[in-house]
């Protein structure tokens, strides 16, 4: 039979959950503040890039190829704009619970080939120089299932891959999966660095990943890296991430292999 407590230790209990909360709430707070400021300096850059090119447009001091110069560059820049706002919005909705995930069947070698291509086309667009890619072909023939949204995790992997192309140059990005024990699926996005001085800041795992960093590259990587962490732990995952600055980056998480299509 358990021991009622005293008005006193009621009273104690009470005031240790209030400032428990307490600390959280400033915890929340020191993490909302540091989002909007890094939010912040992210959305400036190509804003001040697209009024810069579109003010030079008017000048007729540059001729024509100067100006479609100018205007790919803002084209460049308002994507740019775009996806940091669906980054905004996306880790609004993550935060308040709002985000609904799309379950279905999803053939890991088909999902990882998709995203292979996907990240070809982004470097080519980008004009991404001296970085290649390559996908680790799973050496079995058998086809692995998961249940999972496969959309979700794909732009969770995606965003590793944009953030290792913005710390650095010259390396190899190296997209593979593979299988545990015939229960879970481990996909792996591995940096292979051939150029150490094309790296933009040390490659410490703690700077990186608590964000005591205050160099703008660094800052430029964080919501993405936030929204991958986030969308894997929706589904069911966890991410790791090991760094230094010799080898590069390594990002892993496991997701568990489909048995049998959830009923």
Known sequence: MS??????????KVSEMEDRLTLKDKEVNKLKSSFLSNISHEIRTPMNVIVGFSYLLSDP?????????FIGEINKNSKELLRLID????????????????????????FMEDLYIQVQKFLKANAVQN??????????????????????????MFNMVENITKLSANNCIELGYKIIDNKIVEFYINEKITDLKSTTIDRNNDEFINGSSSK????????????????????????????SKDSGFSFKFSLPLLIQKPI
């Open 3 to 12: 021991k009622k407590l005293t008005y006193r230790q009621l009273k104690e």
């Open 216 to 243: 703008s590259d660094f800052y430029d990587t964080r919501v993405g890296l936030t929204i991958s962490d986030k969308l894997i732990r929706l589904l069911g995952g966890k991410l790791r991430i090991n760094s």
């Open 61 to 69: 001091n540059y001729n024509q190829d100067q100006k479609e110069f």
């Open 131 to 156: 970085t290649e890619v390559k996908f680790v072909h799973n050496s079995r023939k058998s086809h692995y299932q998961i249940f999972t949204d496969k959309e979700k995790v794909k732009r969770a």
């Open 87 to 110: 980054n905004i919005i996306l880790t609004a909705k993550i935060e308040t619970d709002d985000i609904k995930l799309n379950m279905d069947v999803c053939d890991i070698q088909s």
